[in-house]
């Protein structure tokens, strides 16, 4: 299966910044797309930012112009870059990855995700 570990999260004041990485490891035969979602308590994961392999990035519009999400194809990696940080942007963050393995072959892709990196903003 495919193991994504998050790092990067913590406590930061309300203007200041995080950058938050994620891992992917394990039988890996591609990965299509990766993403950031958040989470918090009640409330359902919402996306955040996503990427395809190929290119072009998606943002939620809450995080538009503070929030760059950036992935290295060659070591299974995204990051995302958190400026402008708000009180509203405290939550539990999550990486997602949509990859096929050699199990599934490569025509099916399959939804992984990681344990999650806790971000908190202070006002």
């Known amino acids: 299966q495919v193991r994504l570990v998050e790092s990067g999260g913590g406590l930061v004041q309300a203007g200041g910044s995080l950058r938050l990485s994620c891992a992917a490891s394990?039988?890996?035969?591609?990965?299509?797309?990766m993403a950031w979602y958040r989470q918090t308590p009640g409330t359902g994961r919402e996306l955040v930012a996503s990427m395809p392999s190929g290119g072009g990035t998606i943002y939620a519009d809450s995080v538009k112009g503070r929030f760059t999400i950036s992935r290295d194809n060659a070591k299974n990696t995204v990051s995302l870059q958190m400026n402008s940080l708000k009180p509203e942007d405290t939550a539990h963050y999550y990486c997602?990855?949509?990859?096929?393995?050699?199990?599934?072959?490569?025509?099916?892709?399959?939804?992984?995700w990681g344990q999650g990196t806790q971000v908190t903003v202070s006002s």
């Open positions: 997602e990855a949509v990859a096929s393995t050699p199990r599934s072959g490569p025509r099916v892709q399959q939804q992984f």
């Open positions: 394990g039988d890996i035969l591609r990965i299509n797309t």
